[in-house]
């Protein structure tokens, strides 16, 4: 049996810079944190001659041709798997649609997986580019990049994206103690709303790809907030870049309606008067996850446990996309 796990991922300043209608005009820009919490695929051979796919449903079909799953037909058909007598099962840490990035660690972590049946070695930068290629390539999703490299990479890591498709990733030169006081101060609550990333993010693909002023001028906004967060976080001024994430959630809020609603913008208001220095949506919007940098942990953490969110805990990923057995 062949188990691979592939990290989600909190956006730490220039997420939605990664989407191809902008960078590819512009160049885009955004640094990223792999964290502890997982998608898991599991891979091994029956004696079965068909293909047995378990996800949120159980798929039993002749060839992988017929698999409904999109990325996982999509998967099959570009490393060329033609075996039949495979049982395939996925499990995650969170639900999907949550704005943690499932979906790309789900690509990565499934063609690792098959990878390693192949008995293949690959890079995660190639790793990530395959899964780019079946979610924006082949899907035609209207989603950035951002979520297939930070899985495949781990860590906190900056990521370049270059006009002509090219990606550069670059490990941050974050020291120990900001490491760990990001991982104690960062507190991310679930809002309870799940949604689909590509619905969310197919007005602003679409606006962009219209050379919309207002959109296209809010992206450059949000790269320089990537750029200035990368800086502060390097230099250890945490406070500082609380300050950037403040900024990087009212940027949010004027890219789209769908960003947010009532009901987010009241908890995110509630936060900020009971100990954040500032928060932001994980994601593309609509729901899922609010990040705080918290000055005070204990004050936040019951007015919002009070509201009603769940805090979800966790630490630095700095594996990425692995095969644990």
Known sequence: MIITRSP?????????????SYFSKHGGFLVAGAISK?????????FVEELIIKYSRLERVARASLIEHPIIREAFALLNIERTNLEMTSMADIPAGTGLGSSGSFTTALLKALHAWNRNFIHPHELA??????????????????????????????????????????????????????????????????????EIL???NTRTAGLDAAMIE????????????????????TAGFAAIMHEHWLGKRERSAGMSNDRINGWYDLAMEN????????GAGGGGFLMFYAEDRARLRKAMC???????RFQFDFEGTKTVG
């Open 8 to 20: 989600l991922r909190i956006s730490l300043g220039g997420g939605g810079t990664d989407l191809p």
């Open 38 to 46: 997982y998608i898991y695929i599991t891979l091994h051979e029956t």
């Open 129 to 198: 580019e395959q899964a780019c290629e079946i979610e924006i390539g082949r899907l035609r999703e209207p989603i950035g990049k951002q979520d297939q490299f930070i899985s495949a990479y781990g860590g906190i890591t900056a990521f370049t994206f270059h006009m002509d498709g090219r990606v550069e990733a670059r490990k941050a030169a974050l020291d120990a103690d900001t490491i760990h006081d990001l991982e104690d101060n960062l507190l991310l609550f679930f809002t309870g709303y799940s949604r689909s990333a590509s």
């Open 202 to 204: 197919k007005d602003q």
């Open 218 to 237: 809010n992206l450059h906004r949000t790269k320089e907030l990537g750029y200035r967060s990368l800086d502060l976080l390097e230099r250890g001024d």
């Open 275 to 282: 100990g954040a220095l500032g928060g932001k949506l994980i």
């Open 306 to 312: 009070a509201a009603g969110l769940q805090e979800v």
